[in-house]
């Protein structure tokens, strides 16, 4: 049986990372609506930013996992 192939965030932080990106993202509209300034955007920017690391460890957990012996060799 194949195991499955992990990326850099345990389950525990991945779970944490989406929460965190659903809070940012839905923080955003309310913000906006109620905010007379543009603070609003540090949601946005917040949200992106972690939906950024979730896209990345998607990445690393469907990489081959000949392709990431052979990146390991090239870092050492």
Not at 10 to 36: E, I
Not at 37 to 51: E, P, Q, R, T
Request: glycine fraction near 2%; proline fraction near 4%; avoid cysteine.
């Amino acid at each position: 049986m194949q195991q499955r192939a992990t990326g850099f965030l345990t389950p525990r932080q991945r779970r944490l990372a989406w929460l965190g990106f659903v809070l940012a993202a839905v923080h955003a509209p309310v913000s906006a609506s109620l905010a007379t300034d543009a603070s609003w955007f540090f949601a946005v920017v917040v949200a992106m930013l972690v939906a950024t690391v979730i896209i990345a460890d998607d990445t690393e957990r469907r990489r081959p996992e000949s392709a990431r012996v052979r990146a390991d060799d090239l870092q050492d």
